[in-house]
């Protein structure tokens, strides 16, 4: 019965009943550089092993369900003692069951491949002692919510019959142990070939692809070799990987194909940064041999060019130009379909195939440091509509983009000539800050260098190292000469925060934003949009007789939102912005619920935009797969979203573009995950614990005084280099003229994207 119970669930799996599923949907329009011509197939290693237990049976099944019609199920083989072929990850047992909880003292010692390991090994048990041996999750970074939900270990014959997969992969891993205990894969693999169909065949082991040449038929089973690091040796050869891979027309003596580690076809150095392309691919199908490749796992860090994207990732070796992998194995097989069907050719200037307006608060901030001009220059590259400029002031009265108003966050202050400035600043939450109204703007760009914010450096996830302190800073006068030439992009969004606390100490920020604005002619023109965006309702007060787009930002996380506070939210503002979680909240990281908080708002002529998206798998829900594509695609397609705010434009540009949208019939790859679904999969005892309930947004949470006026203060000494702002008839600071120190860099950037 648990079995029934979680194929219904998996059949409904996480997919909108608006949406009709459709598993087959080509993409004929391009021709494919693999060696045959038609795209890549999706193997799925052990089902969909990023999320469920490897080879367990509810794995296998959601990979049926969210992949391409022609996918193909992968199964290490491993043998029992009395025979039976199971799938199953490792040759160890204890790796990815509870066997050694079950057969506490059945542990032992054997040696693999020439090192001695010890646990739980197949070869000690027979098949009938593995009845009450559930599968778990074997990467311990990964969820571990659906262990106790029993699954048991599945012979081939299981998956081949029970599953019923388009394809099916036979991976022996280890022919030359099993040998050892007098356990025959050979026979084994003859004698299933006799009642299942196996697609593939893949080994490490030259003489094992030798011996059973003669008794497959190669139109109907692929030979493939499996190529293992490149230092290690293949026992029946005793060269190394390394030195087989360059005699390519040996392998073909035996082969039909090659399985190779992705790094033997785009190696990185030491730092994790790609190198050029090796030549394994177009070498191996001039020997009329299929490439394989394999090791694409959503939730490992790769190649810090890929910028945390998956798909970007999968793109880099299916439709590069030059070559396509004929295949590529997968533990997110919903990620490598979407590669493929979604994708895979399209071009920059497609047209977009949803509406959807992209924000980035600080320019492409997961690649450069944000807000200098490499950020905004890229994420005019990448695709941005909105290019945004949080407002910081100097001591001196210069507004310029930064975002945090404490310098330790985005700049090297902790580690400069100032570091002795870092005080505890109560009224703004900083516990130890260096303010940007500490420093004057020449002693910022002069003595400070911008740093790369790593959101999520406490998992070691970092962001583009060599890069880390690379652009410059720019001041609002700046950013606004390089968006006003920048004709990719259609408007600006300027966010303002603390404007009370600036403004008791002599700085009036909002009198500085609309004064640079006037400057750089962006009050008197349509062809640039201006968005201001604020958390403070009284910073948006003061713009209400601009024409402007006034951006509220809720930036904490709610359930509902009062119809009182709707109509006081529109008396300020014509747009909202909301967090990821007030849409989809979550409990440690599981989706439970949707929110009408979206409909609620655009009911009331508040278009939404959603905050904050970013690349990196840490920061996205289990739901979603690891995958920052299908997490927009939630966003957008499940929740109808105006817009997005994120830190890696050229992510969500791709996705606006993606051809599955324009299907009649949306692929199930591309359908957006329905929340609590997952919930289902788990026993009551693995629940997430219950969060506490978030708050409901009321009209006091949004209505607040009148900013005060601008304090007068006395100039501060500061060797001579700082002067105190002056006051505007309004009584707010005036604009002091930006240096021209970033000139050059300015015109480079207007240069490289227009």
Same mark, same amino acid.
């Given at each position: 019965?648990?079995?029934?119970?979680?194929?219904?669930?998996?059949?409904?799996?996480?997919?909108?009943?608006?949406?009709?599923?459709?598993?087959?949907?080509?993409?004929?329009?391009?021709?494919?550089?693999?060696?045959?011509?038609?795209?890549?197939?999706?193997?799925?290693?052990?089902?969909?092993?990023?999320?469920?237990?490897?080879?367990?049976?509810?794995?296998?099944?959601?990979?049926?369900?969210?992949?391409?019609?022609?996918?193909?199920?992968?199964?290490?083989?491993?043998?029992?003692?009395?025979?039976?072929?199971?799938?199953?990850?490792?040759?160890?047992?204890?790796?990815?069951?509870? #066997?050694?909880?079950?057969?506490?003292?059945?542990?032992?010692?054997?040696?693999?491949?020439?090192?001695?390991?010890?646990?739980?090994?197949?070869?000690?048990?027979?098949?009938?002692?593995?009845?009450?041996?559930?599968?778990?999750?074997?990467?311990?970074?990964?969820?571990?919510?659906?262990?106790?939900?029993?699954?048991?270990?599945?012979?081939?014959?299981?998956?081949?019959?029970?599953?019923?997969?388009?394809?099916?992969?036979?991976?022996?891993?280890?022919?030359?142990?099993?040998?050892?205990?007098?356990?025959?894969?050979?026979?084994?693999?003859?004698?299933?070939?006799?009642?299942?169909?196996?697609?593939? #065949?893949?080994?490490?082991?030259?003489?094992?692809?030798?011996?059973?040449?003669?008794?497959?038929?190669?139109?109907?089973?692929?030979?493939?070799?499996?190529?293992?690091?490149?230092?290690?040796?293949?026992?029946?050869?005793?060269?190394?990987? @390394?030195?087989?891979?360059?005699?390519?027309?040996?392998?073909?003596?035996?082969?039909?194909?090659?399985?190779?580690?992705?790094?033997?076809?785009?190696?990185?150095?030491?730092?994790?940064?790609?190198?050029?392309?090796?030549?394994?691919?177009?070498?191996?199908? &001039?020997?009329?041999?299929?490439?394989?490749?394999?090791?694409?796992?959503?939730?490992?860090?790769?190649?810090?060019?890929?910028?945390?994207?998956?798909?970007?990732?999968?793109?880099?070796?299916?439709?590069?130009?030059?070559?396509?992998?004929?295949?590529?194995?997968?533990?997110?097989?919903?990620?490598?379909?979407?590669?493929?069907?979604?994708?895979?050719?399209?071009?920059?200037?497609?047209?977009?195939?949803?509406?959807?307006?992209?924000?980035?608060?600080?320019?492409?901030?997961?690649?450069?440091?944000?807000?200098?001009?490499?950020?905004?220059?890229?994420?005019?590259?990448? @695709?941005?509509?909105?290019?945004?400029?949080?407002?910081?002031?100097?001591?001196?009265?210069?507004?310029?983009?930064?975002?945090?108003?404490?310098?330790?966050?985005?700049?090297?202050?902790?580690?400069?000539?100032?570091?002795?400035?870092?005080?505890?600043?109560?009224?703004?939450?900083?516990?130890?800050?260096?303010?940007?109204?500490?420093?004057?703007?020449?002693?910022?760009?002069?003595?400070?260098?911008?740093? #790369?914010?790593?959101?999520?450096?406490?998992?070691?996830?970092?962001?583009?190292?060599?890069?880390?302190?690379?652009?410059?800073?720019?001041?609002?006068?700046?950013?606004?000469?390089?968006?006003?030439?920048?004709?990719?992009?259609? @408007?600006? +969004?300027?966010?303002?925060?603390?404007?009370?606390?600036?403004?008791?100490?002599?700085?009036?920020?909002?009198?500085?934003? +609309?004064?640079?604005?006037?400057?750089?002619?962006?009050?008197?023109?349509?062809?640039?949009?201006?968005?201001?965006?604020?958390?403070?309702?009284?910073?948006?007060?003061?713009?209400?007789?601009?024409?402007?787009?006034?951006?509220? +930002?809720?930036?904490?996380?709610?359930?509902?939102?009062?119809?009182?506070?709707?109509?006081?939210?529109?008396?300020?503002?014509?747009?909202?912005?909301?967090?990821?979680?007030?849409?989809?909240?979550?409990?440690?990281?599981?989706?439970?619920?949707?929110?009408?908080?979206?409909?609620?708002?655009?009911?009331?002529?508040?278009?939404?935009?959603?905050?904050?998206?970013?690349?990196?798998?840490?920061?996205?829900?289990?739901?979603?797969?690891?995958?920052?594509?299908?997490?927009?695609?939630?966003?957008?397609? @499940?929740?109808?979203?105006?817009?997005?705010?994120?830190?890696?434009?050229?992510?969500?540009?791709?996705?606006?573009?993606?051809?599955?949208?324009?299907?009649?019939?949306?692929?199930?790859?591309?359908?957006?995950?329905?929340?609590?679904?997952?919930?289902?999969?788990?026993?009551?005892?693995?629940?997430?614990?219950?969060?506490?309930?978030?708050?409901?947004?009321?009209?006091?949470?949004?209505?607040?005084?009148?900013?005060?006026?601008?304090?007068?203060?006395?100039?501060?000494?500061?060797?001579?280099?700082? &002067?105190?702002?002056?006051?505007?008839?309004?009584?707010?600071?005036?604009?002091?003229?930006?240096?021209?120190?970033?000139?050059?860099?300015?015109?480079?950037?207007?240069?490289?994207?227009?």
């Amino acid at each position: 019965m648990w079995k029934m119970r979680c194929v219904l669930c998996l059949l409904l799996f996480c997919w909108s009943a608006a949406f009709v599923s459709a598993q087959r949907s080509g993409n004929v329009t391009s021709k494919w550089l693999t060696l045959s011509g038609d795209a890549p197939k999706v193997i799925a290693r052990g089902g969909f092993s990023g999320l469920l237990p490897d080879s367990s049976y509810n794995a296998y099944a959601l990979a049926q369900t969210i992949s391409l019609a022609d996918w193909v199920a992968w199964c290490d083989v491993q043998l029992t003692k009395d025979g039976v072929g199971i799938c199953f990850p490792d040759i160890k047992l204890d790796n990815a069951s509870d #066997i050694d909880v079950l057969f506490k003292n059945r542990h032992s010692n054997y040696s693999v491949n020439g090192v001695t390991q010890t646990g739980w090994f197949s070869i000690d048990f027979n098949f009938k002692d593995l009845a009450l041996v559930s599968l778990k999750q074997g990467v311990y970074s990964r969820a571990p919510n659906f262990d106790a939900t029993p699954q048991q270990i599945l012979t081939v014959q299981d998956v081949a019959t029970q599953l019923k997969p388009p394809g099916l992969w036979l991976n022996i891993q280890h022919d030359s142990f099993y040998s050892q205990h007098n356990l025959s894969m050979r026979s084994f693999v003859i004698s299933l070939s006799r009642s299942v169909i196996a697609n593939y #065949i893949s080994s490490p082991e030259v003489n094992f692809l030798r011996n059973i040449a003669s008794r497959l038929n190669p139109r109907v089973t692929k030979r493939v070799f499996r190529f293992l690091g490149e230092g290690d040796i293949e026992p029946s050869t005793n060269q190394t990987y @390394g030195s087989l891979v360059k005699n390519l027309t040996f392998i073909k003596t035996f082969a039909s194909g090659i399985l190779v580690p992705k790094r033997y076809i785009w190696p990185t150095d030491s730092s994790l940064y790609l190198q050029p392309h090796t030549s394994v691919v177009l070498d191996a199908h &001039k020997e009329g041999l299929e490439v394989y490749a394999a090791d694409f796992l959503n939730d490992v860090p790769f190649a810090y060019n890929y910028s945390y994207d998956p798909v970007a990732e999968h793109l880099s070796y299916i439709d590069n130009g030059e070559f396509s992998v004929d295949g590529v194995l997968s533990d997110f097989p919903m990620t490598s379909s979407a590669s493929i069907d979604c994708f895979a050719h399209l071009g920059k200037n497609d047209k977009p195939q949803a509406k959807l307006q992209i924000i980035s608060p600080e320019g492409a901030s997961g690649d450069y440091p944000g807000c200098t001009n490499l950020a905004y220059t890229k994420a005019a590259s990448d @695709g941005a509509d909105v290019l945004g400029c949080p407002v910081q002031m100097t001591k001196d009265g210069i507004p310029f983009c930064l975002g945090s108003i404490n310098l330790i966050d985005r700049t090297d202050a902790a580690q400069s000539e100032f570091s002795n400035m870092a005080i505890p600043v109560p009224e703004l939450q900083i516990k130890s800050g260096i303010l940007t109204t500490n420093l004057t703007w020449t002693d910022i760009i002069q003595k400070l260098k911008p740093a #790369i914010y790593n959101r999520w450096s406490d998992y070691r996830l970092f962001r583009n190292p060599k890069a880390r302190s690379d652009g410059t800073f720019m001041s609002l006068a700046d950013f606004l000469t390089f968006a006003k030439n920048a004709t990719s992009v259609s @408007g600006v +969004m300027l966010s303002i925060e603390n404007a009370a606390y600036l403004a008791k100490q002599g700085l009036g920020v909002t009198g500085a934003v +609309m004064d640079t604005l006037s400057k750089a002619g962006f009050n008197n023109q349509t062809v640039k949009k201006v968005m201001i965006q604020s958390s403070e309702s009284s910073v948006l007060e003061e713009f209400k007789k601009s024409n402007y787009e006034l951006v509220y +930002m809720v930036d904490n996380d709610i359930r509902d939102i009062e119809n009182s506070t709707l109509l006081e939210m529109k008396t300020f503002a014509k747009s909202v912005v909301i967090t990821k979680d007030s849409v989809f909240p979550s409990d440690s990281s599981f989706l439970i619920n949707q929110t009408n908080i979206v409909p609620k708002l655009q009911s009331a002529n508040l278009p939404v935009y959603v905050l904050l998206f970013n690349n990196e798998f840490i920061s996205q829900a289990w739901d979603f797969f690891s995958d920052s594509s299908a997490e927009l695609n939630n966003f957008v397609l @499940g929740a109808g979203v105006d817009g997005v705010i994120t830190e890696y434009p050229g992510t969500a540009a791709r996705y606006r573009r993606n051809r599955c949208l324009q299907y009649k019939e949306l692929p199930l790859y591309m359908s957006p995950a329905k929340p609590g679904n997952l919930l289902e999969l788990m026993t009551p005892q693995s629940l997430p614990p219950a969060e506490a309930p978030r708050p409901v947004l009321t009209e006091n949470d949004v209505t607040e005084p009148p900013l005060p006026p601008v304090a007068k203060v006395n100039p501060a000494s500061d060797n001579g280099t700082a &002067k105190a702002p002056a006051s505007a008839p309004n009584g707010q600071s005036s604009v002091v003229a930006s240096i021209l120190m970033s000139s050059v860099a300015i015109l480079l950037a207007i240069i490289l994207v227009s």
